[in-house]
């Protein structure tokens, strides 16, 4: 049974800083697109950015800001926040699947569409930006 598990979320004004990180167990393979998504109240979910074949990816919004990190020792995946905006509130979601981010793009557009499949995910982590 695969697990993701979210925590750091919180509450932080404008241009402040937040570390989300997903604890994975479970695994029987090895996974080969793991990310994060959001959805913002009222709003689809949006991927955030995932990490394939050691590369990480980025959604525009948040490029330059938010830096994606694992540690396979760990079994963990970072998301670093830094200069946090109002329109990054969302409950933040860990995403993993077997295949990779480009295949699950191609089945649905973009890895980043809220149409995008992932097998796995955590049960989510509310970030709150106050301006």
């Known amino acids: 049974q695969v697990q993701l598990v979210e925590s750091g979320g919180g509450s932080v004004q404008a241009e402040g800083s937040l570390r989300l990180s997903c604890e994975i167990s479970?695994?029987?393979?090895?996974?080969?697109?793991m990310g994060w998504f959001r959805q913002p109240p009222g709003k689809e979910r949006e991927g955030v950015a995932v990490?394939?074949?050691?590369?990480?990816s980025y959604a525009d919004s948040v490029k330059g800001r938010f830096t994606l990190s694992k540690d396979d020792a760990k079994n963990t995946l970072d998301l670093q926040m830094n200069g946090l905006k109002p329109e990054d509130t969302a409950v933040y979601y860990c995403?993993?699947?077997?295949?990779?981010?480009?295949?699950?793009?191609?089945?649905?557009?973009?890895?980043?569409?809220?149409?995008?499949?992932?097998?796995?995910w955590g049960q989510g982590t509310q970030v709150t930006v106050s301006s």
């Open positions: 479970g695994y029987t393979h090895r996974s080969y697109c």
């Open positions: 990490f394939s074949m050691g590369a990480p």
């Open positions: 995403v993993a699947d077997i295949f990779s981010c480009e295949a699950i793009g191609r089945r649905s557009g973009s890895w980043a569409s809220s149409r995008a499949e992932y097998r796995y």
